[in-house]
T-cell receptor, first 114, second 109 residues
Framework: DTGVSQNPRHKITKRGQNVTFRCDPI?????LYWYRQTLGQGPEFLTY????????KSRLLSDRFSAERPKGSFSTLEIQRTEQGDSAMYLC????????????FGPGTRLTVL | GIQVEQSPPDLILQEGANSTLRCNFS?????LQWFHQNPWGQLINLFY???GTKQNGRLSATTVATERYSLLYISSSQTTDSGVYFC???????????FGTGTRLQVTL
């Protein structure tokens, strides 16, 4: 068990470009979560999946953001037409989804939009 | 949505000192986790504690769900304890964590 992994760890892009991040959860975890953290704040919930179904989306997730988990394993988060306000740390977490639903976080992808 | 308040916002300790961090929340919860965020941004799980008391080495935590608060105790602090501590409850039947603004701890020699 290698824990939750995220790629890339850092991404620098120009305003208006599209970016995609990947998250690989702990194997056999059926719930996967995306959070966003800006400087000096706690992480904020964006969306979560149970297997391949996206069950909840935050109002923070504008129509420029889309997340998928096509086979119920890894997930991708895409941001289209990036804006400077999208600069943040994007965190992924996973949990087993039953019993003790403890969430475990990956190292995050730090996005900088120039 | 649920409101989460952590206190104190900042704390400076000398190595070896003890401290108590507090987390108040505004709604009933089915889950509560404490995390330590290291300088590289990694969130490290400390406790899963929706109610009761748990201990892990120099750290212990207590959640009193009926009174809507949780406490994190750090004893004999070390410089490696420095970082930001977050409390994150999950309200009602929800699955998402709601984070407080954290307590920034600095342990000095």
């Amino acid at each position: 068990d290698t824990g939750v992994s995220q790629n890339p760890r850092h991404k620098i892009t120009k305003r208006g470009q599209n970016v995609t991040f990947r998250c690989d959860p702990i194997s056999e975890h059926n719930r996967l979560y995306w959070y966003r953290q800006t400087l000096g704040q706690g992480p904020e919930f964006l969306t979560y999946f149970q297997n391949e179904a996206q069950l909840e989306k935050s109002r923070l997730l504008s129509d420029r953001f889309s997340a998928e988990r096509p086979k119920g394993s890894f997930s991708t988060l895409e941001i289209q037409r990036t804006e400077q306000g999208d600069s943040a740390m994007y965190l992924c977490a996973s949990s087993s989804g039953w019993g003790i639903n403890e969430q475990f976080f990956g190292p995050g992808t730090r996005l900088t939009v120039l | 949505g649920i409101q989460v308040e952590q206190s104190p916002p900042d704390l400076i300790l000398q190595e070896g000192a003890n401290s108590t961090l507090r987390c108040n929340f505004s709604d009933s919860v089915n889950n509560l986790q404490w995390f330590h965020q290291n300088p590289w941004g990694q969130l490290i799980n400390l406790f899963y504690i929706p109610s009761g008391t748990k201990q892990n080495g120099r750290l212990s935590a207590t959640t009193v769900a009926t009174e809507r608060y949780s406490l994190l105790y750090i004893s004999s602090s070390q410089t490696t304890d420095s970082g930001v501590y977050f409390c994150a409850p999950t309200p009602g039947t929800a699955s998402k964590l709601t984070f407080g603004t954290g307590t920034r701890l600095q342990v000095t020699l």
